[in-house]
Nanobody, 120 residues
Framework: QVQLVESGGGLVQPGGSLRLSCAAS????????MGWYRQAPGKQRELVAT???????TYADFVKGRFTISMDNAKNTVYLQMNSLKPEDTAVYYC??????????????WGQGTQVTVSS
């Protein structure tokens, strides 16, 4: 079993910054990518950013230039540096791990979520 533990959420004023962390532990095989998703009240969960084990990153358009995702492969930990936060960034942020077992088996694991609130 794999566990994902997120931290770093909280309340911040518009224009402020937060850094989210997600540490994976347990029976982790080969990580394809880790990422961050978010879900605001009444909305569907959406992709924020992903990073592969090789360091390739992808970002949603609404965070480009403001958020930076990174991964420490040795620690199986992914980070999301969030700058210039806006009220519309308010959501529960979820960490995801996508890994491969053997030749064809893909597993997806999710964290419990961490609340980010941007408000004055």
């Amino acid at each position: 079993q794999v566990q994902l533990v997120e931290s770093g959420g909280g309340l911040v004023q518009p224009g402020g910054s937060l850094r989210l962390s997600c540490a994976a532990s347990g029976s982790i095989f080969s990580i394809n990518y880790m990422g961050w998703y978010r879900q605001a009240p009444g909305k569907q969960r959406e992709l924020v950013a992903t990073v592969t084990s090789g360091g390739i990153t992808t970002y949603a358009d609404f965070v480009k230039g403001r958020f930076t995702i990174s991964m420490d492969n040795a620690k199986n930990t992914v980070y999301l540096q969030m700058n210039s936060l806006k009220p519309e960034d308010t959501a529960v942020y979820y960490c995801k791990l996508n890994s491969r077992r053997g030749a064809v088996t893909i597993d997806n694991y999710w964290g419990q979520g961490t609340q980010v609130t941007v408000s004055s």
